[in-house]
């Protein structure tokens, strides 16, 4: 059979007999040999050695024969064949042999022309092509990580008939060697046809061939697969630990004596365990031998296993570890190791893990966080101006660590409870905890103090009671059709992750404003209508406090909207929030109608205050995120295109509050006590609260106010929580002002050349959550390298279900995903109901056009089994 080297011999002798010159370069050195034994009939090779002085000695009687212009001189006698061989790369040269160069052709790697392209895996994989097309791929490949030279791959091309023909050839089809192996292992499906061609021997030889492994004389295929499936899986997993550290037990376990075939086996096992159509197999292969072998009860260093996923007990044991490292406070090893293992195997094979991995991944950016803030926090003499400041423009936003705790809380929801119980996981919970609640007890303490010391203003920080006056009544002035949102409880740091990916379809701007005090809602909301930079009266009422403005009791959502569209120039128009995710067709008739339409959303408040389940709250704070920007492309689909968000004031969020910061109020005769504000009149002083009359705080009337420092909190009846906000806080008073203008092309036109692959690799849905892998596949002249998705699980046109993880690219906050061009993304859903749902739909949307690029419908469901 021809061989790799004969090809090469014969693509640069084409050469010489059309151009005559041909200057060679090979940087890899790939062609070394073959050189030395070049000898073409009346043609000089010149190779360069170490000086192009003395390389172009030796070529200037061959240029002899080209004029001024490197062109062959007319009626010259003899062509001037000459290969120029120079092993290193053409940029490095300083031009020394243009003359030559232009005369003849050049041959180098990456050349455009196959003819003239001298990379080794390029004319590899075109030379395999040819002969053995299943095994191309797999020798280019290893060609590019440096295991294969000239040389192995001409005795390769000798022995490449071991598949193409015989028996096998009838069993496997075209599958390549590699496939064959794989398929074989992975089930019976292909016993009956070995047997029948009496194939098994020839597959003896194949898996010696290509792995340096021999599962014995059998006639069984059985038997054989048996004895396959353990020395493939214990070779991978011996040759991933280093001999040092690998237990006694590996000791007998078979490895293949050459490199190559030990790659190959490292590439089958990969292949293996990420092929959709044989991922069952390795699956069953690995937990069959993983409790027969006693892996999980052998003595490992969890750093010699670090990149191992051969078997799913490899996982547990490094899921302790980095829970140790992160209760001694190691949180870069920690760090890694969760980033490196979210994208591992059995973490997209088992979403447990992968929530498990993302829970710590949070909680130590976190800690890291904490630390560092709480270092600064010490060190600068900052005013409440300038903390508020740092709290949300800084470029390491002080607002990070309220994030990333959000999110931690968030992934907790997510795990199983059983799988919480470990005693390294709880104390590290526990642990993150602490540290949020000493870190918001010092940085409010801290804030509370500088606050007081400016009494009680904040300069350079717009007012609540401005942003009507300042932000809305301007765009309306301008006939901007304007949506007004007033999320009660949106904090600035969610409003800032709501924005983040939202500048392709709108200019964006956040800015940070100081809310009204006390932090409440009645205060805050009635500090978002027109007229509110004039003042507010908070007087004494039956039931407890009123808030006044010009002369109108605003008690509640209903009479703030009333004297709202009275004040508003134009069409006015109120919804909630979740009305706008389904518009009928008389809303959307009033909704192009409307120059003002207000969008309002009370849930995150009226959950963390009625609700006893914070985790109905947490869940929800999710869901909020993802809800509020549906709304604004939905209308900005309708034809808005000026939106402003805010909200009427922060919150505090803990899992509780240690006793200890539990305080008396100041009593006397009392308005309203919540436990971060006291409201009333008389009583008495202490170092653990601040007291203000309302006039200080530009409120008319003579109330007094009383705000714990810190974390601290009244007692209350009915006891404090772990949700509150009125007091004075960075997280309670910092509340956003987003404003979105949308761009011309917002929500318009088609996701051309966009598709999204979409692989399950189950007949069915057994538990709560499930992984698909998502694939974004991009085709035209100009392709986007990335796309924006949701994705959603529907049952009967319900949402049942959502994206929890994703291997990349996920937000928490948004649940919106950016997917890569042609990288696969392990997506983890999680079933949110699950009563009555008997199949399932998995859609995929993408964000920019709310077009759908994939779905997988009826997807059966049945849990538990």
């Known amino acids: 059979m021809t061989k790799l080297s004969d090809k090469i011999r014969n693509m640069i002798a084409r050469q010489v007999k059309n151009r005559g010159i041909v200057v060679w370069y090979d940087p890899e050195k790939a062609y070394a040999g073959l050189v030395q034994d070049l000898d073409f009939p009346e043609t000089t090779v010149l190779q360069y050695a170490d000086s192009f002085f003395r390389l172009r000695h030796e070529l200037e009687p061959h240029l002899e024969f080209v004029t001024a212009e490197a062109k062959p001189k007319d009626g010259c006698g003899v062509a001037p064949n000459v290969i120029v061989y120079i092993p290193m790369e053409r940029g490095k040269t300083s031009f020394a042999l243009i003359e030559a160069e232009a005369a003849g052709v050049v041959v180098e790697p990456g050349a455009e022309s196959l003819e003239r392209n001298s990379r080794l895996r390029v004319q590899a994989e075109s030379f395999f092509l040819e002969v053995a097309p299943e095994k191309a791929a797999h020798l280019a490949r290893q060609v590019e990580e440096g295991l294969l030279t000239l040389e192995d791959l001409d005795r390769i091309s000798e022995e490449v008939g071991s598949i193409t023909s015989g028996a096998l050839k009838l069993v496997f089809g075209a599958a390549s060697p590699i496939e064959s192996i794989i398929e074989f292992a992975s089930g019976s499906g292909k016993d009956a046809k070995i047997s029948q061609k009496k194939a098994i021997g020839e597959l003896r030889s194949l898996v010696q061939s290509e792995l340096g492994l021999d599962f014995g004389d059998t006639s069984s295929p059985k038997e054989a697969r048996r004895t396959l499936r353990r020395m493939i899986l214990l070779a991978e997993f011996t040759a991933a630990i280093p001999e040092a550290g690998r237990p006694p037990a590996l000791g007998p376990v078979s490895l293949p004596e050459k490199p190559v075939q030990l790659d190959a086996l490292k590439h089958l096992c990969e292949t293996w365990r990420n092929r959709v159509d044989f991922r069952d197999g390795y699956i069953q292969a690995a937990r069959d031998l993983e409790e027969a072998a006693g892996i999980a009860q052998m003595k490992l260093n969890p750093g010699d296993v670090e990149a191992v996923e051969t078997f799913p007990c ?114 590290f919970t526990a642990k993150v905890r602490r540290k949020y609640a000493d870190l918001t007890d010092e940085l409010n303490r801290t804030f509370v103090g500088r606050f007081q010391k400016a009494g009680f203003e904040i300069e350079g920080i717009l007012p609540q009671a401005r942003i009507f006056c300042d932000r809305v009544d301007p765009a309306l002035a301008k006939k901007k059709k304007t949506v007004f949102f007033l999320v009660d409880a949106l904090r600035y740091e969610m409003a800032s992750e709501l924005l983040e990916g939202m500048d392709k379809d709108f200019d964006v701007t956040l800015e940070p404003a100081i809310s009204s005090l006390p932090s409440i809602t009645s205060i805050g909301m009635a500090s978002l209508l027109p007229g509110a930079e004039k003042g507010l009266d908070l007087v004494s009422a039956k039931g407890g406090l009123t808030v006044v403005l010009e002369g109108r009791p605003l008690k509640d959502r209903k009479s703030r909207l009333a004297y709202m569209e009275e004040k508003v120039s134009g069409r006015f128009m109120a919804l909630k929030l979740a009305n706008v995710l389904r518009l009928g067709a008389k809303r959307k008739k009033e909704l192009k109608e409307a120059d003002l339409i207000v969008v309002t959303s009370q849930e995150i408040d009226r959950l963390g205050e009625d609700g006893d389940d914070y985790a109905e ?53 009392v308005l309203e006590l919540h436990p971060r504000v006291w409201i009333g009149k008389g009583g008495t002083d202490a170092k653990g609260y601040v007291r203000v009359a309302a006039s200080e705080l530009e409120f008319g009337g003579d109330l007094e106010m009383a705000f714990p420092r810190g974390l601290s909190c009244f007692r209350v009846r009915g006891g404090v929580g772990g949700y509150f906000h009125g007091g004075i806080s960075l997280q309670e008073m910092v509340i956003p002002v987003a404003v979105l203008q949308s761009k011309a092309s917002a929500g318009i036109g088609a996701a051309t050349g966009i598709q999204v692959r979409l692989e399950f690799g189950k007949p069915l849905i057994t538990n709560r959550f499930f992984s698909m892998v998502a694939t974004f596949d991009a085709q035209g002249l100009f392709p986007p390298e990335v796309v924006r998705v949701r994705a959603a699980v529907l049952s009967k046109k319900k949402e049942v279900g959502f994206c929890a993880m994703a291997a990349y690219g996920y937000e928490e906050g948004s649940r919106e995903i950016t997917m890569r061009k042609n990288e696969p993304n392990a997506l983890t859903f999680m079933l949110s109901e699950d009563t009555g749902v008997e199949k399932v739909t998995v859609q995929i949307v993408d964000c920019h056009t709310q077009l759908e690029l994939a779905s997988m419908a009826d997807v059966p469901v049945k849990l538990g089994i």
């Open 314 to 427: 490899i996982e547990s044991l490094l899921i302790r570890s980095a829970q140790i490292a992160l209760l001694e406070g190691r949180m870069e090893e920690a760090a890694c190791l969760a980033k490196s293992r979210k994208k591992s195997f059995w973490s997209r094979e088992q979403p447990e893990l992968l929530l498990r991995w993302s829970a710590m991944e949070l909680g130590g950016s976190f800690i890291k966080e904490a630390a560092k803030l709480r270092d600064r926090i010490k060190k600068l003499d900052f005013s409440a101006s300038e903390m508020i400041r740092a709290y949300a423009l800084f470029s390491e936003p002080w607002m990070m660590a309220d994030r990333l705790h959000r999110h931690f809380e968030s992934r907790l929801l997510n795990l199983d409870p059983d799988e919480t119980e470990e005693d390294d996981f709880e104390k």
């Open 617 to 669: 709250t947490r869940r929800f704070m999710d869901d909020m995120l993802e809800q509020l920007r549906r709304s604004i492309r939905i209308l900005a689909k309708l034809g808005v295109e000026h939106f402003i968000i805010t909200a009427d004031h922060g919150y505090l969020f803990n899992d509780q509050i240690d006793p200890g910061l539990l305080m008396d109020s100041p009593g006397g005769t």
